[in-house]
Antibody, heavy 121, light 110 residues
Framework: QLQLEESGPGLVKPSETLSLTCAVSGASIGNSNYYWGWIRQSPGKGLEYIGIVYFSGSTYYTPSLKGRVTISVHTSRNQFSLELTSVTAADTAVYYC?????????????WGQGTLVTVSS | QSVLTQPPSVSAAPGQKVTISCSGSSSNIGRNHVSWYQQLPGTAPKLLICENNKRLSGTPDRFSGSKSGTSATLDITGLQTGDEAEYYCGTWDSSLYTGLFGGGTKVTVL
């Protein structure tokens, strides 16, 4: 059973960089059957797709965040990460990492429990 | 405002049926599969249905999905109190090269 767990600071100052890591267990991050993705949910709001990465390093980002977001794979640690620069209060959200089926890019089957990141001085 | 449009809320009595719609366009739902997610309060979303109408193992057969053109639908029959949750549709947009979620629909059991 594939499991994912997010980690990182729960508080980030405005204009700084948000950095989160997702540890994957139960599968290799080099498994060609998966993309690895980040989704966020602002308080009381719906799900927002951030982006995905393949083990090769190929990425797809949502247009609204392009230019501020970087998703990377770290094969040796079986992890992938999210960096979001120049954060504002609007980036306050629960951030989820998830696995995405390579053959059906609508299918986020396994999710982490989510981690709340608050942007505040 | 989401590219995929869902009704904010639907409700029905226990045992009844609710239908949740998800409306998109030719570049997203019109070209790609739709998945449906259930999010219980305080928890991560859970994939219920993929490839428009395929239930994951563990998804009760009271949940069914369908797609026609640029719209998709999730039906929940035999509504139970445990079905009270937020439901999201999700798909890929072939023009934007990104995934999309609907705005979410809150299901209330009266």
């Amino acid at each position: 059973q594939l499991q994912l767990e997010e980690s990182g600071p729960g508080l980030v100052k405005p204009s700084e960089t948000l950095s989160l890591t997702c540890a994957v267990s139960g599968a290799s991050i080099g498994n060609s059957n998966y993309y690895w993705g980040w989704i966020r949910q602002s308080p009381g709001k719906g799900l927002e797709y951030i982006g995905i990465v393949y083990f090769s390093g190929s990425t797809y980002y949502t247009p609204s965040l392009k230019g501020r977001v970087t998703i990377s794979v770290h094969t040796s640690r079986n992890q992938f990460s999210l960096e979001l620069t120049s954060v504002t209060a609007a980036d306050t959200a629960v951030y989820y990492c998830a696995s995405l089926d390579y053959y059906d890019t609508t299918k986020f089957e396994y999710w982490g429990q989510g981690t709340l990141v608050t942007v505040s001085s | 405002q989401s590219v995929l449009t869902q009704p904010p809320s639907v409700s029905a009595a226990p045992g009844q049926k609710v239908t949740i719609s998800c409306s998109g366009s030719s570049s997203n739902i019109g070209r790609n599969h739709v998945s449906w997610y259930q999010q219980l309060p305080g928890t991560a979303p859970k994939l219920l249905i993929c490839e428009n109408n395929k239930r994951l193992s563990g998804t009760p057969d009271r949940f069914s999905g369908s797609k026609s053109g640029t719209s998709a639908t999730l039906d929940i029959t035999g509504l139970q109190t445990g079905d009270e949750a937020e439901y999201y549709c999700g798909t890929w947009d072939s023009s934007l090269y990104t995934g999309l979620f609907g705005g979410g629909t809150k299901v209330t059991v009266l």
